[in-house]
């Protein structure tokens, strides 16, 4: 069997999730041989606030297009950096069981989010976050930061932000989640859409990679986050869009929750519905 080629980014938190999707395929493909190929992308290389850069995909566009040129064979990314509107050429053939989607707050002091002094810098590289904390605590200078995730807890310990606001996913897989101060509740704290899941993107013509990679496919997760990723082209959000989804499958019910907020975060918009594998529905909306 020849060897097969995986692109990834190569952020110490990519080449982690990377090799979570690997270990997987090994105890499911015994005799399959991988090798990694590390690709830079544009958000790796520009450092702008997320949310000032009015483009899609820029975590992922050089990886994909490795796999679109047969460069490698298939990639892994984080769920939530691949733009819903995904080249025809490819598809996401596999969602591995999902981590946590919550949103965690990281501090050197221990200190929750209620217990921050007033006028404390908080770092956040998404407007999602920075409107959801300026709604808890608009005592608080919310600022934008960026770096990988280690790079942004060692800004805290510093000095030069007094907490930051991560995936407690991302934390989880580097093997540092022992800084998380505090787990914010995903209805209270909406996550974005697909946060702690990872996906497999291989090109569509594909049949062998896709059978092999739908081998270690969790349903539950791919349920959750197709509902999540719905509302995303419905409503076109990104990286300057402060929306939050989140779903939730118990018995045969799945629950998305969802919170889409004004750009100057003044006016939000909660919506619930609830889906029966019977194909029946219920459905609740509040503003705020």
């Not at 929750?112 to 300026?134: D, F, N, W, Y």
């Not at 969790?218 to 076109?236: H, N």
């Amino acid at each position: 069997m020849k060897t097969i080629r995986v692109g990834t980014r190569g952020s110490r938190l990519a080449v982690a999730q990377t090799e979570l999707a690997l270990s997987a395929l090994r105890k499911a493909h015994p005799g399959a041989r991988f090798e990694v190929v590390t690709i830079s992308t544009k958000g790796d290389v520009d450092r702008r606030p997320l949310f000032t850069m009015d483009e899609k995909g820029i975590f992922e566009k050089e990886v994909n297009e490795a796999v679109k040129a047969g460069q490698v064979d298939f990639a892994v990314h984080s769920l939530k950096d691949i733009p819903s509107d995904l080249s025809e050429e490819l598809v996401v053939a596999c969602i591995p069981r999902r981590a946590s989607p919550n949103d965690v707050l990281v501090n050197d002091k221990g200190q929750k989010l209620e217990e921050l002094v007033a006028g404390s810098v908080v770092g956040t590289s998404s407007l999602r976050r920075a409107i959801q904390l300026m709604k808890e605590r608009p005592d608080l200078a919310v600022k934008p930061i960026r770096g990988n995730v280690e790079t942004r807890v060692k800004k805290v310990i510093s000095g030069e932000f007094d907490a930051v606001v991560l995936a407690e996913a991302g934390l989880t897989r580097i093997g540092m989640k022992d800084v998380i101060v505090e787990r914010f509740g995903v209805r209270e704290f909406v996550p974005a859409p697909g946060q702690g899941a990872i996906a497999i993107v291989c090109r569509k013509d594909d049949n062998r990679m896709i059978e092999m990679l739908r081998s270690i496919e969790d349903p539950k997760s791919r349920a959750e986050v197709t509902a999540e990723r719905a509302l995303i082209e419905k409503v076109e959000g990104g990286c300057r869009f402060p929306l939050g989804a989140v779903a939730v499958t118990k018995d045969d019910k799945l629950t998305l929750y969802a919170s889409v907020f004004s750009a100057d975060g003044t006016r939000n918009i909660k919506a619930k519905k609830t889906w029966q594998r019977q194909g029946r529905a219920k459905a609740g909306n509040k503003g705020c």
